[in-house]
């Protein structure tokens, strides 16, 4: 007496033989099984030389658990992904403080994303750093060498400047902090005139200011291509370096506001913002306004999954802007 099992109704091609356990009934233990996947069995039995199989039935296994990309509960956390195993991802301190989380392609010398908390006490009027250095927890081989110059592509104030994912602003008012946001590890081609210093800056300004009164989360990223997208990737180089840069497609931010009763997390909101790589001839960053669902399918990442799933699934349906600054 036994099982038989298998991905398909009509291929039940895998066998797990059934032994009596004490209550007199019949068990077997199937190991190995691939998560998220329906499985259909048939019970089998030999009886005096002759097989007996019931009707086809099925099971499907549970998904896989989504885990954090650090194995911490912060909120402004992505989930880990098979594809990043290869990658650099470190959460940078000030001491016991945290201040980034960083995932990094060593071999394409590209940031996909920085998540980090934002409040008052990150802000303030330090001078703003003369120079980038390489990010030290990392060898220099797998930077690329931005420390006193620009993308070979930026002239003039044109082309593609060093653009932080985390901003200077943002760090500002603790200098540890802030020269961690001049490592070159933070940095991405980004078209300068009417983006960087446009669209970008002033999105940047805005979120700077919620964060004077409450702490939010944020997510900034870069995308060379989107799911399921063939987008051309152009690439560029340092001034001082010949290592070849790829110039994200798009820029994207993803925020998070949440509610406390102590420690407990009791309601959140959340919005997402995309853009092209390109200039921009407005400043108003509210018509980039996505949900964080959506980004999710452009990107195929997941976010804030530190959240309870009910609150995490209310948050991320937002599309407003104006929701979300209302919160």
Do not use: C
């Not at 091609?13 to 691939?34: C, K, M, Q, R, V």
């Not at 329906?38 to 019970?43: K, R």
């Not at 983006?195 to 919620?210: C, D, K, R, T, V």
């Amino acid at each position: 007496m036994g099982f038989r099992y298998g991905t398909a109704a009509n291929a039940l091609t895998n066998t797990a033989t059934a032994t009596p356990n004490a209550a007199g009934s019949f068990e077997a233990t199937i190991d190995n099984l691939t998560e998220s996947t329906t499985y259909y069995y048939a019970l089998y039995a030999v009886v005096n030389g002759k097989t007996f199989t019931s009707e086809v039935a099925s099971f499907k296994t549970l998904d896989k658990p989504i885990e954090p990309i650090v194995a911490q509960s912060w909120l402004e956390l992505p989930a880990k992904m098979e594809e990043y195993d290869n990658l650099y991802v470190n959460t940078l301190y000030d001491g016991s403080t945290r201040n980034y989380t960083i995932a990094y392609d060593k071999s394409l010398y590209t940031t996909y994303w920085v998540a980090y908390a934002l409040n008052s006490t990150h802000m303030g009027s330090l001078s703003r750093p003369d120079n980038w250095s390489y990010d030290p927890n990392l060898a220099s081989s797998y930077q690329v060498d931005l420390r006193n110059a620009s993308y070979s592509s930026y002239n003039n104030g044109e082309g593609h400047s060093r653009g932080h994912l985390i901003p200077n602003a943002s760090r500002n008012g603790n200098q540890t902090m802030q020269l961690q946001t001049f490592y070159v590890t933070n940095s991405a081609p980004q078209i300068h005139t009417s983006f960087n210093e446009g669209i970008w800056s002033s999105l940047e300004g805005a979120l700077q200011n919620i964060a004077q009164s409450e702490e939010i989360y944020i997510v900034t990223g870069t995308t060379l291509q989107t799911v399921g997208g063939n987008e051309t990737i152009s690439y560029t180089t340092a001034k001082n370096d010949t290592k070849q840069v790829p110039v994200p497609n798009y820029f994207y931010k993803v925020v998070l506001k949440v509610n406390k009763s102590g420690s407990t997390v009791t309601s959140a909101s959340a919005i997402g913002f995309w853009f092209e790589n390109k200039a921009y001839s407005s400043t108003t960053y509210s018509s980039y306004a996505k949900s964080v669902d959506e980004i999710e399918a452009l990107t195929g990442l997941d976010f804030f999954v530190n959240l309870a799933d009910n609150l995490e699934n209310a948050a991320e349906s937002n599309s407003s802007w104006t929701t979300f600054q209302a919160f």
